[in-house]
């Protein structure tokens, strides 16, 4: 029977392949390199996150855009909904002849706001699927190689020494085959488990959930996993990934917010018109900005539930995500308002050189 056994783990050894995707086969080429699961998810990350800076950047110059055509328009808007207090029919009509005179397209400005979020979803759902889909092959081909290695140290033990003898030489052989498939990173001991206090060893019912390999036997299980439950027992992680994650996000998106809200100051220092216009108008509540706050709460509380959640390998990437994300925001707005300033002086320059003639 356990001459059987390993013929067929030998053989599904053979059959199992890395998982075939897009996202797979760019982290196996960078693992090829690097040759240590931890630091091809970082490299990885902060290769896609540049790959993806044009994107942002595009993003970003175009909601400038936006919003100094809203600053152009505000005055306007405001004498408007002065002009015709109580009648939002008015307001509507006006508001919109307002937009098309200023050539300003509400949908327009959105547009690029939409397709990159659309594309950061996707590249976000996708990649955890393929994350998953990696963890899942590398915890089934580490218990393959785990159980062949028991059962060829147990089938070439049984002959010549006891049931017991053969079973204390399967489990050694076993701990010493792990020391070398085994794939941890840093701190965490297992990196296809979270970074938290979960156990670095499946149990049987656990591996056949995250692995769907059915074909493997309970009792078979156990017994091939027994001295690494008993050797390797504590907790994987110490939720630093998790708690970083959260701060992370959590910064990357105030960061975000500090930056916008010194730029509308600075626009409105220098704006005086819109300053005088809308002095005594009641103060309305931006709905980007409200949006942005509610952002700030939400997306780090995701960002710790699927750190909690799924491997450690997909909380390097979310956190070398969000710390790149940090990272290119400020510098691409910084140049986005250095452009937009060197324009800004072009123009008055110009402006004055007509008016002198």
């Given at each position: 029977m356990a001459h059987?056994?390993?013929?067929?783990?030998?053989?599904?050894?053979?059959?199992?392949?890395?998982?075939?995707?897009?996202?797979e086969n760019i982290i196996s080429t960078?693992?090829?390199?690097?040759?240590?699961?931890?630091?091809?998810?970082?490299?990885?990350?902060?290769?896609?996150?540049?790959?993806l800076i044009p994107l942002d950047f595009y993003q970003?110059?175009?909601?400038?855009?936006?919003?100094?055509?809203?600053?152009?328009?505000?005055?306007e808007l405001a004498v408007l909904q002065k002009k015709y207090?109580?009648?939002?029919?008015?307001?509507?009509?006006?508001?919109?002849?307002?937009?098309?005179?200023?050539?300003?397209?509400?949908?327009?400005s959105c547009f690029s706001m939409l397709i990159t979020m659309a594309i950061t979803l996707t590249v976000f759902f996708t990649l955890f699927s393929s994350m998953n889909n990696i963890s899942q092959?590398?915890?089934?081909?580490?218990?393959?190689?785990?159980?062949?290695?028991?059962?060829?140290?147990?089938?070439?033990?049984?002959?010549?020494?006891?049931?017991?003898?053969?079973?204390?030489?399967?489990?050694?052989?076993?701990?010493?085959?792990?020391?070398?498939?085994?794939?941890?990173?840093?701190?965490?001991?297992?990196?296809?488990?979270?970074?938290?206090?979960?156990?670095?060893?499946?149990?049987?019912s656990k591996f056949i959930d995250v692995t769907k390999a059915d074909d493997i036997i309970e009792t078979n299980y156990t017994a091939v996993m027994k001295p690494l439950t008993e050797t390797q027992q504590g907790w994987n992680g110490y939720f630093i990934l998790v708690v970083l994650a959260g701060v992370i996000t959590f910064l990357s998106q105030k960061i975000n917010m500090n930056m916008q809200a010194k730029q509308n100051k600075k626009k409105n220092e220098n704006d005086?018109?819109?300053?005088?216009?809308?002095?005594?108008?009641?103060?309305e509540i931006d709905p980007a900005a409200?949006?942005?706050?509610?952002?700030?709460?939400i997306l780090p509380i995701m960002m710790i539930i699927f750190t909690l959640s799924y491997s450690g390998a997909f909380a390097l990437y979310i956190i070398t995500?969000?710390?790149?994300?940090?990272?290119?925001?400020f510098i691409i707005t910084k140049i986005i308002h250095k452009i937009d300033e060197k324009k800004e002086s072009k123009l008055k320059i110009s402006q004055k050189a007509e008016y002198s003639r």
């Open positions: 059987l056994v390993n013929i067929l783990s030998n053989l599904l050894l053979t059959e199992l392949s890395w998982p075939t995707g897009f996202w960078f693992f090829n390199v690097i040759k240590d699961y931890g630091w091809t998810i970082v490299l990885f990350s902060i290769v896609l996150k540049i790959v970003r110059k175009s909601t400038l855009a936006s919003s100094k055509k809203q600053a152009i328009i505000a005055p207090a109580g009648n939002k029919e008015m307001i509507n009509q006006k508001t919109m002849e307002l937009y098309k005179k200023h050539n300003y397209n509400i949908i327009g092959y590398k915890i089934e081909t580490q218990y393959r190689s785990l159980e062949t290695a028991y059962y060829d140290a147990y089938n070439s033990a049984i002959g010549s020494s006891t049931e017991e003898e053969a079973i204390a030489f399967a489990e050694n052989a076993v701990l010493e085959r792990y020391e070398d498939v085994k794939e941890g990173w840093l701190w965490i001991k297992n990196i296809w488990r979270p970074d938290t206090n979960a156990s670095i060893i499946l149990t049987y005086k018109s819109v300053t005088t216009t809308l002095q005594n108008q009641k103060p409200s949006s942005a706050k509610i952002m700030m709460v995500n969000s710390f790149t994300s940090a990272i290119s925001t």
